[in-house]
Structure formats: structure tokens, C-alpha cells
């Protein structure tokens, strides 16, 4: 809200300077976001504050209310204007009748009627504040309709009488399908959630936002009546949201005006078009309330609480000062219990605790001292944090940088057309580049992938560990995924030699590191009978733990990898975190002891077809079962002269140790023989001197 | 190597050629000019039936009596040929080390081959930091789900229906009920339901808000929330905390401010700042986070005692917290990923 600093002198006295305020304001819950020097006629420079009223606080949206709060903070009279209205001849009663059908939505409607009034434009000093106060001045009566309720807080309404039949003014809500054209030309289609205000016919505005075409203040208007009520702050916000329309007055009755000021900002109106020699009111005014006397509300304060919450030793006649200041006055109840009893603007204190919070900043927080809450309790990450960084760790180590990407996601060159129907749109997005939540990683390291090329050989190896969305039964469900986006060399080519660009295997390898490092077991890459679109169907895998799919990895599919401006194969893995947690070992690595016996390594080179799958040479071995064979490894696969182009020779290297004796070649013979004819039968590998 | 004389007992013909190989040896020994011709000095002159060896075989031509004196004769000039190629073998093995060191200097000044940096996002780097500072002061983190609902997002806060609060928080909804959260405090309402106190939770994650993107707004970013409820919590525990919590941040010479600002889940709520030396070398007061005691709506739904019980929150942005650490002054860069930006935080 702008607060010209000269218009808030009128209402107490600023000694100090703009900057000294705005600090005293900010310190004491009006944050002056900034001081603007607006150049005036009268003065050259008068400086605009420019304050952010917090929500809770409607009762600042207004000079008289910004100067209620620099007087509490700096403890100087406060002068608010107020003038007994003189009135000119005839009856009010005769002159328009107001009927509140819904006293709950508009707990008080006051009116007064002005005769005679000549249009025209409102004084320069009028227009230039309104101005200084971001307000666009328009005729005398709009005007200070505006001037009052920027002085005061409480928005007003004039109506053309022309335009009420019958002067007859009801408070009601809207009927279906009731149409008003309002101010702003719009015609807005009414619904029975809107409060309204209507003549005898038809609705003449939407109240507290807008007024009527038909009943407003124009040229040919003489006669006048002038609206100042309370309405339900959720009844306006409503249909603010309803017609999509927010307008001074609306922001001000969402955040409740208080309700006591009616009159008053009545009677100031009067005021001002008295002064610039307009016709006093029709005598008497109109007022219906709902109460018409409400009580004064009260909260029962405990001094001693108020220093507890604090932290700060308080005695309960600061207590009873800091609360003065603010409007608020201490009855005695019993020993230390008080009654406190509220101003009318203060709708915002409810509790105790809004109390405490008044006495803290009067008395100023800068008074609190620091203190370490007592006690100690064992504290740290979650389990599923700590989980995501034994994840994060081996995918860094192995080179990879780390990258956070957007959740809320546009269509991507990048998605699967198969997961369509489980994306999760959002509902209420206006654009079309966060229009649904992700359901996979790969998509986002493809796009940095698609403009990191262009000027970075490193960085290609890369990282994210997020959140992703779809739909299961009908309902979006949210997961973790790990994925990862490799493409060249782990590290930038230097000055002695090229690296070899990465393939699927070493993928594979980084895989394999991270669930070993993991402790998971049991890890299977099968080639999937659907690998998905992002994927080169002949190099693609799906990963199982026990059976249970946890993930997919492949190469980036070739009309994928145009889109590229890299020419490297690119590799990418995404794996459920989920999944992966279910398969973590449970309870501690148990140690193994050293062996005390040295081991025997020797090689075999079988040749087999070369279409036959490695995983068919691995259960051959397994079906071996020796307690003498440690380990095996492939050491290399060739391929080429002299062997026929249908047939590999991998060699497989054996470790073989015995935990309680130093193995004799016998013994290593006999379970290597057990290996070779176990590759025949299950593999039809030949050996060296064998035929085929 | 001097040849050391040695007593002959007879001055024979052969003790004159002992006398004489050897001297010869040792000039050839001398001579040698590398291990290998050390090596061929060794072979002929004490090899199996060579020189002196060779010369061992004429015994049987000296009368009985003079053969012990020829034999020990023999073995004194082979230990002495033995101990001065031993001496020289070291020193030409010594030479030629030398030679090779020399040989295999390299240039240090070359670039070292680079290793593959792994390296985390700025972002997950810093809430590490902080989980770890707020761990140490016995916080335990917990984890919410980002699509959050609306229930704990607003109502479980004290949100009230139709509140002009909310419209700080414009959402994105993704059902009638449930939303991308706006705020990590989401989880407080979760964990009162499952927990009595005393309790000192922490949580760190992505929130959303329906916001236009430029350099110091956007509709994803990420935050730290942490609340507590225990016995006799003013306040000045809420500024304790904070103090210990910015200093560990930010340094030992920080100070933490309040001052009065409304969030519906608290009462008194502050926004509270951090003194910050500029440049310049001026101090100025920066905005981090709002904060304030559980708001007593919020305990008592919870069937929480607020005459026996009270508690604190605070909240704070991580991008915030790197920004200022490091300056940097776009928040767009963070979720950018570019190489060239996060190859800057190690």
C-alpha cells in the first residue's frame, strides 16, 4: 500500500525522518518495502512509503489505520477525524429504504442520501493525493468515496438514485442466472453464492467490488446515495474468485474492515462534500445491523504466560502498557488472570497468543535473549535420506555429476506415447510448460543433454535422484527414481590419449557398482520384451532383484540420439527407489576370514556360437558346484580369424582355493574338467584340439 | 682396487702366474665399464675352469708339500677378485641407477590427467550441510511427499477456509484434494498425528508454487522446515536455536533478528534475519525464514496440552541459503543444471 508520508502526518506526528519510520514500521510489523520521492505541486518531494500489510492486519489498509500504528510503535497522539455532519431538510425514511436479507453476509448496511449534487471534478489537493496514493481521480463523489476509504479503510459506494427502483435498496444474494453489467463494463453472470445488492428489481452491485453500470455516478446524477457496510471478508473473497475480479474495495473487505467504523466513514463523506460545497444529507441516516449493539470483545491474559512465551521476565504492568498502546486495555479478574479487552479494528486477536505477540513486538524483540531449549534428543536423517545418500555416493564416485530437474514438466521430445494414460496432469496449469508431473528422470537429462552439447565435452556423465509421478488406479502416487545419462568417455579426453567412449557394459558396470555398494544381491539383466520408445530395441535390459523388476538401462534409441548434438553413443538407466529399498540386506556385513591358503587361477577358452548369450555360459557354470571354485571372471571376448564369424572364444578365468589346504593340480583338474564338460553340454563349446 | 701383496711361500713359476692373473683381474675389474663387462670380467676370471679356477687344475704338477701352500695361495687371490668385483658391481650398479634416474625424468609441469568429477548439485550439497547441522541439535528428519494433501498443506495449519493468506500460496492442484505442496511445513500436521510430544522433527524438500519465473521467483524451489514441541518453549528458545543454527551456517560473528510478520501456523510470528558484512564491509540485515510458536490451534487439534506444551517452527529456502553464501544471483541456474555452473561447487 502507498502511504504518502505527508498525508500521514495529518494524523499524527512524524518527527522523524521517512527512512526512521519505514525502520520503526518494518521493526514493528509493517514491512516499508520501499521509500519512493514523488514530486508534488505544492511540495517538491513528499515521500511515498510503500508498506506490505500482512494478511491478518486489514485494519492497516489505511492512513488513519498506518498512523493508529506508528503512534502505538512511537508512542504519539493519534488525531482522527471526526465532524458531526449537519444535515439539510427531509427524511431518510422517505428518501430510501435498505432491507438486509442476509444479516449473517452483511452484518451492517448504513446509507445516506445526498440531493442536489453537482458533478464535477474534486480539489487538486483531493486529486492529488488520491494520485500519491495510486488512485486515479474520477469525479468529486467517486472521489472521495476513494479519499475516504484510503483515509479511513472502510469503502464506500455512491449510487445514482436514477438508477435504484423504487429508492429501494435489498441485500440479498444473486438468483440463478441474474446478469449485471458492472463498472468496468463487464457483464458478469451472477451465481447464488454472490452477495449482491439490489434495487427492487434487480442486482445494482456486487458487494463490496463493484458497483453497476446502470446506478452509477455520471454526469446527469443529482441525486445520490451513499453505501458504507460491513460484508463477510469469505463472501467477498468468493466472488472475487467467482468473476475472477479483485478490486481496493474487495482487498479491503477480505481482510475484514471494522465493522464499528461504519458510520464514521459515512459521516467523514458528507464531510468532504460539505467543504467543497455540496449539499448536506437528507436528514437522518440509515443503519441496519445485525447486533445492533455488539459487546466488546474479550480475552481472558495471564500475565505470567505472556513472559513465559516470551523468554522474557515481564512484569504485568509492562504487560498492561505494551497493550495500551495498542488499544487494547487490562481488566483485574482474579490474582493473576486479567481480562483484556479488544479494540473494534483488532478483529486479528482471537487468543492468548495473539496477545503475547502484541506485547512481544511493543516491547520489541530485539529484547529476547538467545536460549538453547533444555535437553538433548539424538537427532539426524531420515532413513530413506540416508538411503538416497548411499545411492547418490557410488553414482558420484563413479564420476557422474548430480543435477536437480523440473518435477512439473511440458510435453518432451523425450516421452513415451505408451505413458500417456498414466501421466499425472496438473489440474489448474496455465502454461503449457508445467502442465503435468514427470513420470520419469530421463526426459530431464535428455533436455540438459540437448543444450549442454553444444559447448561442453565434459559433463555428459550425469545424475538425478527425484521424485516421479503416474497414475495407478485412478489416482496419481508418487515414487523415487534414481536415473542416469552416460555418454563418451568418464573423463574429458587430455593430452596423452582419447578415452574409450563409454558402451552399455559400462553402464552395466556403474549399475552393478551402486548395488553392490547397496549390498543388494541377486541382480538380473534381461532383455525386455517391450523395451520402451527411448530405447534401441537391441540394447536395451530390464533390471530384477530377485526376480522383481526394479528398473530399465539401454542406449538412447538412434532417432532419439539425432536429436543430440553429440556424436557418442548416450546410455541411460532409471531404477525405483522404492523397489531397490524393499532389497537392502538386512543387518550388518558379517566378516569372512582371510584365506590361509593360496589359490590356483587357470584359464579356459572355450569357442561357442557367437549368438549364445552370455547368461547361458554362466549357468552352465553355475551348475557346478565345487567348494574349491572361488570365482570366475570373462577376461575377454573374441571375436574374428581364425575362428568362423558365427563363433566367440571368451576366455574365462578361475580362481580356485581351498579353506584348509594348498589345492594340488589334481584336484584343480578334476573340478576344471567338471567346468569344460559342463560348457559342452549346456553350450556346445569345443576346446582347443576339439573338433567344430 | 689395489691388488694387496701376499706371501708366497715358494717363489714358484705358478705362484708368479697366480700373482699375475690376478693383477690382470684386477686391472680388467677396474676397467670395466658397466655391470656387463663387470659380468664377463667375473665369468673369466672365476668361472668353472677359467683363470684363477683354471689354474687350480695345475696342482697336481707341484710336489705334495707345496700344494697347500698353492691351494690357500689360490683362495686368497679369488677372495680378493670375489670382494673387489663386489665393490665395483655396487658402484657400477650405483652409476648406472643414476644414469637411468637421470634417463626417466619427467616434466613435472605437465597438466595432471583429469579425474572424473562426481560431484553433487549445489542444492543437495547445501541440505546435506544443513541435515547435518540440525542432526547435531538433535533434529530427526523426516520425509513428506511432494504431492501433498490439501488437508495438510492449509487446513492442519490453521489455514482458515477462504483466507487471503492462501493467496501467498497459489497451488497447483492435481485432484480435488490434493496439490503440489506449497510449503515443507505440510508435514507438521502429519507427524501430530502419529507423534506426542516431546518431538524436534526437521524436513528438507521440493515445494511449488504457482508463481512467474524470473531471477528471484520460481514455481519450484526447495526448503527447510523445522518445528519442535516440548515443555516451557518461549521465544527465546525459537532464538537460541536460530542463533546456533545461523552461526554454524554462516559464521561465528552472525546475528539473528526478529521481527513480527503473519503466518497463519504460528502466533507470535517473526520473519527473522541474519547480520551479513557486504563487501563493503557494511553490515546489513537479510530476510531468511519465518518462524514463531506453534500457533495453540494447531496443538490443541492435535490433542496436544498447550498449558503444558509448547513449540517453535521455522522455516527457510535452500537455494537462499547457497545464494547468499556464494552469490549467486540468478535462482533460475539451480534447476539449469548447467555444466558450467555446477562444476563451480565441489
Redesign the interface.
Known amino acids: 500500500m502507498r502511504v504518502p508520508l505527508d498525508w500521514l502526518k495529518q494524523y499524527t506526528e512524524i518527527s522523524c525522518t521517512a527512512e526512521e519510520l519505514a525502520e520503526r514500521l ?4 509493517l ?1 516499508v518495502e520501499g521509500i519512493e520521492l514523488e514530486r508534488t505541486e505544492e511540495r517538491p518531494l513528499t515521500p511515498v512509503l510503500d508498506v506490505y500489510i ?4 486489514g485494519d492497516c489498509l489505511s492512513m488513519a489505520g498506518v498512523a493508529r500504528e506508528a503512534a502505538a510503535l512511537m508512542q504519539t497522539a493519534l488525531h482522527l477525524p471526526s465532524a458531526p455532519v449537519s444535515e439539510a431538510g427531509g427524511e431518510i425514511e422517505a428518501a430510501a429504504s435498505v432491507q438486509v436479507d442476509v444479516p449473517h453476509l452483511c452484518p451492517r448496511y448504513a446509507a445516506r442520501v445526498l440531493r442536489g449534487i453537482r458533478l464535477g471534478p474534486s480539489p487538486p489537493w483531493m486529486q492529488q493525493r488520491l494520485l500519491s496514493a495510486g488512485q486515479r481521480p474520477i469525479n468529486n463523489v467517486v472521489d472521495v468515496t476513494n479519499y475516504v476509504m484510503l483515509e479511513l479503510g472502510q469503502p464506500l459506494h455512491a449510487f445514482d438514485m436514477k438508477g435504484i427502483a423504487q429508492s429501494r435498496i435489498v441485500v440479498r444474494t444473486a438468483r440463478i442466472g441474474e446478469r449485471i453489467t458492472t463498472l468496468d463494463g463487464a457483464e458478469r453472470t451472477l451465481t447464488p453464492e454472490i452477495l449482491v445488492i439490489a434495487d427492487a428489481e434487480k442486482p445494482i452491485a456486487v458487494a463490496g467490488l463493484m458497483g453497476g453500470a446502470d446506478s452509477e455516478v455520471a454526469d446527469d446524477t443529482t441525486d445520490i446515495l451513499l453505501e458504507s457496510a460491513h460484508f463477510n ?2 463472501t467477498v ?2 466472488a472475487c474468485k467467482l468473476l475472477n475480479l479483485r478490486t481496493e474495495a474487495s482487498y479491503r473487505f ?2 475484514t474492515v471494522d465493522e464499528a467504523g461504519v458510520l464514521a466513514a459515512l459521516e467523514r463523506a458528507c464531510e468532504l462534500l460539505q467543504e467543497m460545497g455540496q449539499p448536506a444529507p437528507v436528514a437522518g441516516h440509515i443503519d441496519v445491523r445485525a447486533v445492533p449493539d455488539p459487546p466488546i470483545r474479550r480475552i481472558t491474559l495471564r500475565p505470567s504466560r505472556v513472559a ?5 521476565p515481564l512484569e504485568k504492568d509492562t504487560v498492561a502498557e505494551c497493550l495500551q498502546r495498542v488499544g487494547v486495555k487490562l481488566e483485574a479478574e482474579t490474582g493473576n488472570v486479567f481480562t483484556a479487552l479488544l479494540p473494534t479494528w483488532r478483529t486479528d486477536l482471537q ?4 496477545l ?2 502484541e506485547v ?2 511493543i516491547y520489541g ?2 529484547n ?6 533444555a ?8 532413513d ?2 540416508r538411503f538416497l ?1 548411499k545411492v ?1 555416493q557410488p ?14 514438466t511440458g510435453p518432451t521430445p523425450w516421452d513415451d506415447p505408451a505413458d500417456a494414460e498414466v501421466v ?6 496455465l502454461s503449457g510448460e ?1 502442465s503435468r ?1 514427470r513420470r520419469s528422470l530421463l526426459p530431464g537429462l535428455l533436455q ?1 543433454a540437448s543444450y ?1 552439447g553444444t ?2 565435452r ?2 555428459r ?2 545424475f538425478e535422484i ?2 516421479v ?1 503416474q497414475m495407478l488406479q485412478g ?2 502416487a ?1 515414487f523415487t527414481a534414481a536415473a542416469g545419462l552416460i555418454a563418451g568417455s ?3 579426453p ?3 590419449r582419447e578415452q574409450p567412449s563409454a558402451d552399455f557394459a559400462q553402464m552395466r558396470g556403474v549399475i552393478e557398482r551402486l548395488l553392490d555398494s547397496l549390498g543388494i544381491e541377486d541382480v538380473e539383466f534381461a532383455r525386455p520384451s517391450a523395451p520402451g520408445a527411448l530405447f534401441h530395441p537391441g540394447r536395451a535390459a530390464c533390471v530384477f532383484l530377485k526376480g522383481e523388476l526394479a528398473g530399465v538401462a539401454g542406449e538412447l534409441h538412434p532417432q532419439h540420439a539425432q536429436k543430440l548434438p553429440w556424436r557418442e553413443r548416450v546410455l541411460l538407466f532409471e531404477l525405483s527407489m522404492q523397489v531397490l529399498h524393499r532389497h537392502l540386506p538386512t543387518g550388518e556385513k558379517r566378516f569372512v576370514p582371510l584365506p590361509r591358503f593360496p589359490a590356483v587361477v587357470r584359464d579356459l577358452a572355450p569357442r561357442i556360437s557367437a549368438q549364445m548369450p552370455w547368461e547361458a555360459v554362466e549357468t552352465a557354470l553355475k551348475s557346478v558346484h565345487e567348494e574349491i571354485l572361488e570365482e570366475w571372471k570373462l577376461t575377454d571376448l573374441y571375436k574374428g580369424a581364425p575362428l568362423p564369424e558365427d563363433v566367440c572364444s571368451p576366455t574365462i578365468s578361475f580362481t580356485f582355493r581351498s579353506k584348509h589346504h594348498t589345492l594340488t593340480d589334481a584336484e584343480v583338474n578334476a573340478t576344471l574338467e567338471q567346468l569344460q564338460n559342463q560348457l559342452r553340454q549346456q553350450c556346445g563349446a569345443r576346446f582347443a584340439g576339439e573338433e567344430g | 682396487m689395489q691388488a694387496e701383496p701376499f706371501l708366497c711361500q715358494e717363489n714358484s713359476l705358478l705362484n708368479n702366474q697366480i700373482t699375475h692373473l690376478l693383477e690382470q683381474a684386477l686391472a680388467a675389474v677396474q676397467n670395466a665399464e658397466n655391470t656387463e663387462e663387470l659380468h664377463a670380467v667375473e665369468v673369466a676370471c672365476l668361472g668353472r675352469n677359467k683363470g684363477l679356477n683354471e689354474l687350480r687344475r695345475e696342482v697336481g704338477a707341484l710336489p705334495k708339500e707345496e700344494r697347500p701352500a698353492f691351494g690357500q695361495n689360490i683362495n686368497e687371490a679369488v677372495q680378493i677378485l670375489t670382494a673387489a668385483l663386489k665393490a665395483k658391481q655396487t658402484e657400477l650398479a650405483q652409476k648406472e641407477l643414476n644414469a637411468a634416474l637421470t634417463r626417466e625424468q619427467i616434466d613435472v609441469t605437465l597438466p595432471g590427467i583429469p579425474m572424473p568429477a562426481g560431484r553433487l548439485h549445489p542444492l543437495t550439497a547445501t541440505a546435506c550441510q544443513i541435515k547435518q547441522i540440525l542432526g547435531g541439535m538433535g533434529y530427526e528428519f523426516v520425509d513428506g511427499p511432494e504431492l501433498e494433501e490439501y488437508r495438510y498443506n492449509f487446513e492442519a495449519l490453521n489455514y482458515p477456509p477462504d483466507h487471503p493468506a492462501m493467496d501467498e500460496q497459489n497451488s497447483f492442484f492435481v485432484t480435488d484434494t490434493r496439490l503440489l505442496r506449497t510449503q515443507t511445513t505440510a508435514l507438521q500436521g502429519r507427524i501430530m498425528e502419529q507423534r506426542k510430544p516431546p518431538f524436534r522433527i526437521a524436513t528438507t524438500g521440493r515445494c511449488f508454487r504457482y508463481e512467474a519465473v524470473d531471477a528471484t521467483h520460481h514455481h519450484t524451489f526447495h526448503q527447510i522446515d523445522v518445528f519442535m514441541v516440548e515443555e516451557n518453549i518461549s521465544m527465546a528458545h525459537l532464538k537460541g536455536t536460530l542463533g546456533v543454527f545461523a552461526r554454524e551456517l554462516f559464521g561465528q560473528d552472525t546475528r539473528v533478528r526478529f521481527r513480527p510478520d503473519f503466518f497463519p501456523f504460528v502466533e507470535p510470528g517473526v520473519d527473522y534475519s541474519i547480520s551479513w558484512t557486504m563487501p563493503d564491509g557494511r553490515v546489513r540485515w537479510l530476510e531468511i525464514g519465518g518462524a514463531g510458536l506453534i500457533h495453540p490451534n494447531i496443538l490443541r487439534s492435535y490433542g496436544i496440552s498447550t498449558e503444558r506444551y509448547s513449540g517453535f517452527a521455522f522455516g527457510l529456502g535452500v537455494e537462499r541459503i547457497h545464494m547468499l553464501r556464494t552469490g549467486v544471483s540468478d535462482l533460475r541456474l539451480y534447476l539449469d543444471n548447467h555444466p558450467r555452473f555446477l562444476e563451480q561447487f565441489a
Open positions: 518494518t521493526m514493528g510489523g514491512e500482512t494478511p491478518n492486519r471478508p469469505q473473497r468468493r477480505e481482510r513465559a512465551l516470551l523468554g522474557i487468543y492468548e497468543e495473539d503475547v505477540e512481544g513486538r524483540y530485539e529476547i535473549p538467545e536460549v538453547l531449549p535437553g538433548s534428543q539424538t537427532g539426524g536423517d531420515s530413506w535420506g545418500a547418490r553414482l558420484a564416485a563413479a564420476g557422474m555429476q548430480e543435477v536437480v530437474t523440473h518435477s512439473l499425472v496432469p496438473v489440474r489448474n496449469s508445467v508431473l540438459i549442454s559447448f561442453s565434459d559433463a556423465w550425469m527425484g521424485q509421478w489416482e496419481p508418487e568418464i573423463a574429458p587430455d593430452w596423452r
